[in-house]
């Protein structure tokens, strides 16, 4: 594939020094074909070989999902940045819905990475769900700016998820609840509040959080809460039981095996996911690993932390 090209009007050698804000966050001017808006990201530690850029999932959700990294990476001395994506929470909203685009995403990634001065001596990408189908768009275009690669929590194939979806997860719920959800979603009322009462019940709280519903921790029920839906139902689509927005048809199976890069994948049992693709992804990359949480969901950091930190710092430090 060739790289998609950063745009020419963004100048890395010079930046506002009132984009720099306390405790190490920084606003990054990023060009877009709608103009020039600006991102947060925030860095914590310092590690001179190892710097974790986080990308969260949504699309048009936060990164306070990586919150919970604050109790491991210091102590293993990792560097790490969080980011908010344009139109996420401490960044820039633009009204402007073409901005919503894959190609344009990694071209903004791109755009971080050369502001905060990573290359392939030091840049480890790590995203989840979302995320992590960014960060594979990455790697297919940017692998040589890469050291290292995690791809948490997400499939390969839009097509294959929703096969997953479809085939094992919509089975096992009660069909009467699912036809219910179905029906909010096909009348375009997903905003009543029993929609999301019913995915809470009988989704997420077996397949993206396992932990206990009255002890969800803060940075999750943040996260939910700051979601932006003019990214994410374009996208993603309104269905939280599968891909059916612009993504519907995104797939980099195929090209897995041209990714060089020291690739990490990392899987959950109760995922939404499904743990034994991901387990292929590993083995169709040239340097794959895969790291299984036998206790986690889609939010394995939060519900599985005793398998997902030892396993991933594990394997950064082994870089």
């Known amino acids: 594939m060739e790289p998609v090209a950063v745009s020419p009007y963004f100048d890395t050698s010079s930046w506002d020094p009132r984009d720099v ?16 808006f600006r991102v947060w990201t925030k860095r914590v530690g310092a590690n001179a070989d190892i710097k974790v850029l986080l ?14 990294f604050d109790t491991h990476f210091p102590g293993a001395g990792i560097e790490y940045y969080y980011y908010d994506q344009l139109g996420s929470y401490r960044s820039d909203q633009p009204d402007e819905p073409s901005l919503w685009d894959l190609d344009r995403f990694v071209d903004e990634v791109e755009q971080v990475r050369i502001a905060l001065g990573l290359d392939s001596s030091n840049f480890v990408l790590l995203g989840q769900s979302w995320g992590g189908l960014l960060a594979m768009e990455y790697a297919v275009h940017h692998q040589e700016h890469l050291k290292g690669l995690v791809i948490s929590n997400m499939m390969s194939s839009s097509r294959r998820y929703n096969e997953f979806a479809d085939n094992v997860l919509m089975p096992t719920m009660d069909q009467g609840v699912l036809a219910e959800i179905k029906n909010f979603e096909a009348t375009g009322t997903t905003e009543d509040p029993r929609y999301e009462e019913l995915l809470m019940e009988h989704h997420y709280r077996l397949h993206v959080c396992r932990l206990p ?3 969800w ?4 029920m943040r ?15 309104p269905s939280e039981l599968g891909m059916s927005g612009t993504l519907e048809d995104w797939d980099r199976s195929q090209d897995l095996q041209h990714i060089a890069t020291p690739t990490l994948v990392i899987g ?9 693709h991901m ?12 790291l299984h949480c036998p206790h986690g969901s889609h939010l394995a950091q939060f519900d599985d932390p005793d398998h997902y930190f030892p396993g991933l710092i594990t394997w950064l430090h082994a870089l």
């Open 21 to 36: 804000l306390s405790g190490g966050a920084r606003m990054i001017p990023i060009s877009t074909p709608r103009g020039e």
């Open 55 to 68: 990308l969260h999932g949504g699309p048009g959700a936060t990164d306070e999902l990586y919150e919970c």
């Open 213 to 215: 519903l009255d002890e």
């Open 217 to 220: 921790p803060d940075p999750v």
């Open 223 to 237: 996260y939910f809460a700051h979601i932006n839906p003019a990214i994410y139902v374009p996208m993603q689509g």
């Open 268 to 276: 959950a049992a109760h995922d939404t996911m499904d743990p034994e």
């Open 279 to 290: 387990r292929w992804m590993s083995e169709q990359l040239p340097h794959g690993s895969y």
